[in-house]
């Protein structure tokens, strides 16, 4: 059967392997709890509230206190003188061996009511099996065992004399039912549906009954079990807390109010309180593993629990709050069971590392905090310096406590954490100290806990880390210019920033070109380009100094010439602009005013006019420092007119005729004729000759192309060739045409030629 209650069943050591719940096994056996008491590592001293006692012992090296009626009588089991162990009575400082039912044969005292009457187990008077025993005024008896049966252990007794506790047969390995013994009869308590054994450890004045019913383990399972309350035949399961699988109850005071513990192998344990039908977990220690073993009245409860060393220690929950018990020197306690005036019972490691019963009659809680050590790193720096304070505080007090610990000057704070630790824990805590903007000097450095409400001892809460001492940064300087980049002539912005050294600052400028200014803030424009090296000097008024350099790209002054494709064209023709700079910084942007209220961005750019006449066409480019140049052209846009003319209209086959065409406007020269006589014959030129083979009206026509590529076609009259000949063109007349034609022709040719030169020398100057 596994060791969950705090007054262990007795049973064949075969079985006590079983997973212990407890976690601190107490047997009967003397070579049990003698091997106990060895094991234990180390004393440590430990503080409580109030005081402990020693019970002692019956002449043994080991004794544990399990019960305490409301008249301090104490019951438990001692370690003899004479190799066994024996129930005890303890009282008023006096350990009363209660003896056994076998001359040699061992016995536990396990719980006592008000009357005196103490119960337990005791091997019988054949001492062949462990039974359980009730004791009064001195006599010890035998309370047998449920039908079939063979062993029993009584745990608790109330007031009226109604025993609980269990029976079982050594053939199930000592597992049975739990049981209430009243007036000579023994009942048994059953099982809740899906276990198979029990065992009832507590009872009230009012009958009813805690326990718990298990499965044990079973190869790789693990026991199960379930907390029950029996009332009036009824046996309830109890549940769990929130997340676990198992529970045992261990006591119920007089308003039904239940404690026990809660888990699983994963869970691990908890102990709960069972108000109403609300289970409550009571919380630890430190460390996760916690077991209520009894509940006054008044509510209050004990048991033991892992503390931030994950050591047992024995516990006082009142109203929320854990107290820890301590011990008698040792590392580990226990409490078991607690009266009506708040006296406790339970075990104890001494100093020596022995377990002994042990009595707390606690008094208020101790609230005290402590700072044990501190530091601080660097020792010096320049103001900014980041400074690490470090220490360790303590909880000195008896229950966990949720408080502040405070790194400061002697004049201001410098940080505070907020932490809570269990009775008896510690903990390294670190604070950063960022400078900037404290003024230079020495400053000495503590660490403290803030002191809690009603906390004594105050003395120990400060702890002096250390003086740190805090000199001024050395002043810095930083120029900058906007923009880094610009061209001849343009104004630069220059800023230089002072910071750190003592205010106030001196301002000294070279600009890299000969010239300076001797502010904060300034403007200055280049005349000649080149990277520019300029310093900004910044002297402090402890005549500290500090410079900064920049580098400035200075370009040439941006330029511009631009061309256009042809300066002269017909209306309708594409025109290509184009424009190319020189200088300047940066992305260069151009942007187009064709005359005719059109406009255009880029280069090149293209642009066609609907109407005849001169436009005046301008340019500007501008670039990222924001400099800009600008140029301009004229454009001439005229229409293309073709004359012809030809010097017969009627003739006779054979007869040659000459044809004549002048073309100007549009683009202008050159321009290429293409003639069309109207018979399938073709010719180029300003002047052709033809003659028509046969007689017809023929419709010549020639086509002119200017060179932009734009054409005009102009039809001539209508040639009439037939024999004999009616009419003919005076041959003198025709010559004075010809040579007037050709003389306007080459006028025209001229004017034009010399126009686009100019116009093109003109724009390439740029404006």
């Known amino acids: 059967m596994p060791q969950v209650s705090k007054r262990p069943p007795r049973l064949d050591p075969r079985v006590r392997g079983t997973r212990e719940r407890g976690r601190h096994v107490r047997c009967s ?90 119960v337990g187990g005791t091997l019988d008077a054949n001492g062949s099996a462990f039974h359980a025993f009730l004791w009064e005024n001195g006599t010890m008896r035998d309370l047998g065992t449920l039908p079939g049966d063979d062993v029993s252990q009584a745990q608790d007794v109330n007031e009226a004399g109604q025993v609980v506790g269990f029976s079982g047969n050594t053939s199930t390995a000592g597992f049975g039912h739990g049981f209430v013994w009243s007036n000579g009869t023994m009942t048994d308590l059953g099982v809740l549906p899906g276990y198979n054994f029990s065992i009832a450890l507590g009872i009230n004045n009012a009958s009813q009954v805690v326990g718990y019913s298990f499965n044990p383990a ?10 029950f309350l029996w009332d009036n035949g009824t046996m309830t399961d109890l549940g769990t807390l929130p997340g676990a699988n198992d529970s045992a109850a261990f006591d119920i005071n007089g308003a039904g109010a239940v404690v026990g513990n809660s888990g699983d192998e994963t869970f691990g344990d908890h102990g709960f309180v069972l108000v109403n039908g609300t289970m409550t977990d009571l ?33 006082l ?47 208020p809680p101790i609230h005290d905090t402590a700072t044990l050590t501190a530091h601080v790193t660097p020792t010096s ?20 406590e949720t408080f502040q610990a405070q790194a400061a000057t002697d004049s201001f704070p410098v940080g505070i954490i907020s932490l809570t630790l269990p009775p008896g824990a510690s903990r390294e805590l670190s604070f950063v100290w960022n400078t900037t903007g404290v003024s230079p000097g020495p400053y000495p450095l503590l660490m403290k806990t803030i002191p809690l409400p009603g906390e004594q001892n105050i003395a120990d809460n400060v702890y002096p880390a250390g003086t740190v001492i805090i000199s001024p940064r050395p002043v810095v300087a930083e120029a900058s210019a906007e923009p880094l980049s610009t061209d001849v002539g343009l104004t630069l912005s220059f800023r230089c920033q002072a910071t750190d050294g003592t205010p106030p600052y001196h301002f000294a400028w070279d600009f890299g070109d000969g010239a300076s200014a001797s502010s904060a803030t300034a403007v200055h424009a280049y005349a000649k380009p080149g990277s520019k090296i300029v310093m900004c000097t910044v ?37 290509t ?4 700079t020189t200088g300047g910084t940066g992305t260069i942007t151009y942007t187009w005013k064709f005359g005719d209220d059109a406009s255009g ?23 990222e420092a924001g400099g800009s140049a600008s140029t301009s052209m004229i454009v001439t846009i005229a229409d293309l007119v073709v004359t012809a003319t030809p010097s017969l209209t009627e003739a006779a086959p054979g007869a040659t005729i000459t044809f004549i065409s002048v073309a100007s406007g549009g683009a202008g020269s050159p321009y290429m004729y293409s003639w069309d006589f109207g018979d399938g014959k073709k010719a180029t030129g300003p002047i052709a000759t033809h003659s028509y083979a046969t007689e017809g009206s023929y419709n010549p026509a020639v086509t002119v192309i200017d060179g932009s590529g734009t054409s005009h076609t102009t039809v001539l009259p209508t040639i009439v060739v037939q024999n004999p000949i009616t009419t003919s063109a005076t041959p003198p007349y025709f010559a004075v045409g010809l040579g007037a034609a050709i003389i306007v022709a080459a006028g025209v040719a001229i004017v034009l030629t010399v126009r686009r030169r100019r116009h093109r020398k003109a724009f390439r100057r740029g404006r």
């Open 601 to 623: 961005d880029g280069t090149p750019a293209t642009h066609s006019y609907t109407a005849a006449g001169q436009y005046a066409v301008s340019v500007t480019a501008g670039d």
């Open 381 to 400: 720096g320049v103001n900014g310096t980041l400074f690490t304070i470090s220490g360790t505080v303590q909880n000195q007090g008896t229950q966990t």
């Open 218 to 227: 079973n190869g790789s399972a693990p026991m199960a079990s379930r907390a």
């Open 29 to 118: 056996a003397l070579a049990l709890l003698i091997g106990l008491a060895a094991i234990l590592a180390l004393p440590q001293a430990s503080s409580a509230s109030g005081t402990l006692t020693d019970l002692g012992t019956l002449g043994g090296d080991v004794s544990i206190a399990y019960g305490i009626n409301n008249a301090g009588q104490v019951v438990g089991t001692s370690a003899t003188d004479n190799g066994t162990s024996h129930a005890f009575l303890w009282f008023n400082g006096t350990m009363t061996d209660l003896g056994s039912l076998g001359p040699f044969g061992n016995s536990e005292g396990l719980a006592i009511n008000d009357a005196g009457q103490v």
């Open 577 to 580: 602009f184009s424009a190319l």
């Open 317 to 363: 929950w009142e109203n929320g709050t854990m107290r820890d018990l301590g011990t008698l020197g040792g590392e580990t306690s226990a409490a078991y069971d607690i009266n009506s005036t708040g006296t406790v019972v339970g075990q104890s490691d001494t100093a020596n590392g022995f377990m002994h019963a042990v009595l707390w009659m606690p008094g």
């Open 539 to 575: 002297t402090d008024s402890l005549n500290q100094k500090a410079s900064s350099v920049i580098a400035v790209s200075v370009a040439p002054a941006l330029s511009l010439i631009a061309t256009v494709n042809r300066i002269a064209a017909a209306p309708g023709t594409t025109l």
């Open 283 to 315: 919380g630890d220690l430190g460390q996760p593993g916690t077991f209520a073993q009894g509940i006054d009245d008044a509510g209050q409860i004990v048991g033991r629990s892992h503390n931030f060393e994950s050591r047992d220690h024995a516990f």
